[in-house]
């Protein structure tokens, strides 16, 4: 087994007057070459956006995008007619292939919004831009770890990726084994809340952990805590 481990106070950091942005691997301003991505997995912001602000229309291409907002509402928009607010508990995938206009605003005017955005590289390029949202509500369980994203049908959402998406909110002293889907891939921890141990290693809030050359790996919480696990290819 290898490990990366990233502490929340190393990542890059974006503050302007309407947006607190934490970059996990290199982006913006922020470059650190031994963090540009890991395997498919290229960027991993946290971003807080000011009431009333938020990423006006802009492009994308030849990338899979998927944000998770956690506090507030998120209005996304873009230039093939979808429009749509999510809240947590929604998530929000694009593929944006041969190239995609959108926006992700505040819909509040009076409370900030919270989100995680995350891009993963395709494994195909040039593929027609699509978008979808899903309401992951009924499926989450406590102290489990749900899938919600997979190439498959064993998840709502899909990437044009061999990648798998799990997200759960995990009591204290609960002990959960993950086992990858396919060869060769590796899983990224990001603990958005709590205090857990992988593998001998504590993670902290906003801490995340990359793992490789690994069939399994073992989650201890110490706390109650809600994690997001990423797996992807680790050749891309």
Do not use: C
């Amino acid at each position: 087994m290898k490990k990366i481990y990233h502490k929340a106070s190393t990542r890059g950091h974006s503050l302007y007057d309407w947006l607190d942005s934490h970059h996990t691997f290199s982006f913006d301003q922020y470059y650190d070459p031994q963090r540009v991505h890991f395997g498919a997995l290229r960027v991993l912001n946290d971003d807080r956006v000011a009431p009333g602000e938020g990423f006006g229309t802009h492009p994308h291409k030849n990338m899979e995008i998927i944000s998770i907002p956690l506090k507030g509402a998120l209005q996304h928009g873009d230039s093939h007619n979808n429009s749509k607010v999510v809240r947590p508990g929604d998530i929000q995938t694009m593929s944006a292939g041969t190239g995609i206009y959108h926006s992700e605003m505040n819909f509040s005017n009076t409370e900030p919004v919270e989100f995680l955005q995350i891009w993963v590289l395709p494994r195909k390029n040039n593929t027609a831009p699509a978008y979808k949202d899903y309401d992951i509500r009924p499926l989450l369980k406590k102290n489990e770890l749900t899938p919600i994203v997979a190439p498959d049908d064993s998840a709502p959402a899909t990437l044009l990726q061999d990648t798998w998406f799990s997200i759960g909110e995990v009591e204290k002293g609960k002990s959960i084994e993950y086992k990858m889907h396919q060869p060769g891939n590796g899983v990224y921890i990001f603990l958005i809340e709590g205090k857990i141990e992988v593998n001998g290693d504590i993670l902290l809030r906003r801490d995340g952990m990359g793992v490789y050359d690994a069939d399994s790996l073992t989650l201890e919480t110490v706390e109650d805590s809600h994690i997001l696990l990423i797996e992807v290819p680790m050749v891309v």
